[in-house]
């Protein structure tokens, strides 16, 4: 076959290659910090204080409230939508016409 068409890539004879490929490289080194911008938790603001005549008054509805939301509505919207993103996901698998 190489005599018939010796340009072939079957009968291609190949060289060596170069012992330097032209990039310079160099080591450095970086520091990762994490950012936490959704803590685990979840962060209550503070109460917002307000002052009348001289006297401040503190709006105590973020620590009544916040306590309500992060045990209780929070879990229910990650169930809710875990339950939602699955049936997305199975509704790739149904059968379509």
Do not use: W
């Not at 170069?18 to 080591?27: A, E, F």
């Not at 204080?49 to 992060?70: E, P, R, W």
């Amino acid at each position: 076959m190489c005599k018939l068409f010796p340009n072939v890539l079957a009968c291609a004879t190949f060289g060596n290659a170069p012992t330097s490929d032209g990039i310079n490289r160099t080591t450095r080194s970086a520091l990762y910090t994490p950012e936490y911008v959704m803590a685990g938790t979840g962060a209550c603001p503070v109460d917002p204080t307000v002052t009348v005549g001289g006297q401040a008054i503190s709006l105590g509805f973020f620590s009544k409230t916040c306590g309500y939301l992060v045990d209780y509505v929070r879990p229910m919207a990650i169930v809710l939508a875990s339950f939602f993103a699955l049936m997305i996901g199975i509704g790739g698998f149904k059968g379509g016409d």
